[in-house]
T-cell receptor, first 116, second 110 residues
Framework: GAVVSQHPSWVICKSGTSVKIECRSL??????MFWYRQFPKQSLMLMAT?????????EQGVEKDKFLINHASLTLSTLTVTSAHPEDSSFYIC????????????FGPGTRLTVL | GQQLNQSPQSMFIQEGEDVSMNCTSS?????WLWYKQDPGEGPVLLIA?????ELTSNGRLTAQFGITRKDSFLNISASIPSDVGIYFC??????????FGTGTSLTVIP
């Protein structure tokens, strides 16, 4: 149990375009989903926390108008990188939490974004 | 956001040896998690700890929730080549948002 999927696993796009990444909890309902960004050989940096049906909470320094998060259901959250630029190239990973007292986060396999 | 101090930063060990790594925080946490990440993949949860002093095992892995609630330890016994990867600790004091450690890169030499 506690499987999280991400789609796509790898995307290459031109500068100025927008890219949507999906995160799904496959076998459980996720009260909260998280979006992280990871640069090579570095730790995970939390970008935002999203709860189903409400606005996401962004970490300091993360532009909410650039990284749009929609948590439409208890099993799906999406991250849209708008007007992507080469500096947005990174490994984006989502995680999902079941809540109810045991708040372990289960991670998706990640999405590698390359902006040309 | 807050980042936890994890040490050592990297380890090169011989197959069969035991491994120890730790994670420290300036804040008190009520939950500690340990993850392993392989290159190009998402982290995989290894062990979750919920009480100060708790000692939990998962196969050859053992993790402890420090008594001060500001640290946690992960031990791997009799390492094997597939233990290679980056290990991350994560701590939370809200039960919702977790802060991640800087990671320990483990290399096992056959």
């Amino acid at each position: 149990g506690a499987v999280v999927s991400q789609h796509p696993s790898w995307v290459i796009c031109k500068s100025g375009t927008s890219v949507k990444i999906e995160c799904r909890s496959l076998d459980f309902q996720a009260t909260t989903m998280f979006w992280y960004r990871q640069f090579p050989k570095q730790s995970l940096m939390l970008m935002a926390t999203s709860n189903e049906g409400s606005k996401a909470t962004y970490e300091q320094g993360v532009e909410k108008d650039k990284f749009l998060i929609n948590h439409a259901s208890l099993t799906l959250s999406t991250l849209t990188v708008t007007s992507a630029h080469p500096e947005d190239s990174s490994f984006y990973i989502c995680s999902a939490s079941r809540g109810r007292g045991r708040n372990e986060q289960f991670f998706g396999p990640g999405t590698r974004l390359t902006v040309l | 956001g807050q980042q936890l101090n994890q040490s050592p930063q990297s380890m090169f060990i011989q197959e069969g040896e035991d491994v120890s790594m730790n994670c420290t925080s300036s804040s008190i946490f009520n939950t500690w998690l340990w993850y392993k990440q392989d290159p190009g993949e998402g982290p995989v949860l290894l062990i979750a700890l919920y009480k100060a002093g708790e000692l939990t095992s998962n196969g050859r892995l053992t993790a402890q929730f420090g008594i001060t609630r500001k640290d946690s330890f992960l031990n791997i016994s009799a390492s094997i080549p597939s233990d290679v990867g980056i290990y991350f600790c994560a701590g939370s004091n809200t039960g919702n948002q977790f802060y991640f450690g800087t990671g320990t890169s483990l290399t096992v030499i056959p």
